[in-house]
């Protein structure tokens, strides 16, 4: 009886040593996981709010709607600033648990759009040589330019404004890099000289070249002597 009693206090002791370790065991696996969720709850975090960081820095640049005279605030700044955000999400990206990361093609995308949004900038750079007022002559300026502003229609010119100004406000920027600065332009002149004039009109114009062209603009300067001239 004794040597039974003595084999039911073993078992007994055995199991709870074992029991207790599995639980010891159990304790430094939640603690291990818990860690980890900690881990990526904040690597996901920095990962998402550099992606808001992104997406951001370009609703910024193109929703100022006058000069920026700050560097950072230029085409190749911007682009610098960008493709650092991309680095940043890449490098908290791939530390993250991988059922939590994004797909390296999403990560691209952002590095593709920062490159286009350069070399729309330069576009735009190698656009604004052909001038209204011809920098070689100064004061004088390009008639036959003119007359084709003079001629459009201010209907078209309408949709012209609104159509780069809804593709502004959406971000829908694979459309916006297909615009064409001297279109916009043309629109300055053309509100600035079209009778009778509005204000508000040739403002509108000026506002999304500006939020496009972001250097000061002796072009656009003129234009605004031309609409002051008509508002008397």
């Known amino acids: 009886m004794c040597n039974l009693i003595i084999v039911v206090v073993v078992f007994v002791l055995v199991m709870y040593i074992l029991q207790a370790g599995i639980n010891a065991d159990n304790r430094k696996i939640a603690e291990k996981e818990n860690k980890k969720n900690e881990e990526n709850s904040i690597l996901r975090a920095k990962r998402d709010g550099n992606i808001d960081a ?5 609703k910024n640049f193109f929703g100022c709607g006058h000069p920026l005279g700050n560097s950072s605030n230029t085409y190749d700044g911007t682009y610098q600033l960008l493709m650092g955000i991309v680095s940043e999400i890449k490098t908290y990206n791939n530390q993250l648990s991988y059922d939590l990361q994004i797909s390296d093609r999403r ?8 490159c286009k949004f350069q070399e729309f900038g330069k576009k735009i750079e190698r656009a604004m040589t052909d001038l209204v007022i011809k920098q070689d002559n100064y004061g004088n300026a390009d008639l036959e330019c ?11 010119v309408d949709s012209i404004v609104n ?16 615009v064409d600065i001297m279109s916009i332009l043309n629109c300055v002149w053309f509100y600035a000289i079209y009778k009778p004039h509005s204000a508000s009109d040739f403002e509108r114009a000026r506002k999304i070249f500006y939020r496009l062209y972001k250097q000061g603009n002796i072009e656009v300067f003129i234009a605004d002597v031309f609409a002051a001239k008509q508002i008397g």
């Not at 990560?107 to 920062?114: L, S």
């Not at 003119?146 to 078209?156: F, P, T, V, W, Y």
Request: charge should be negative; charged fraction near 35%; hydrophobic fraction near 30%.
């Open 54 to 58: 992104y997406n951001n820095t370009l």
């Open 107 to 114: 990560i691209a995308t952002y590095e593709e759009k920062a």
């Open 163 to 178: 159509s780069v100004e809804n593709i502004l406000d959406k971000e829908e920027y694979e459309k916006l890099w297909s």
């Open 146 to 156: 003119l007359s084709h502003i003079r001629s459009m229609k201010k209907q078209d």
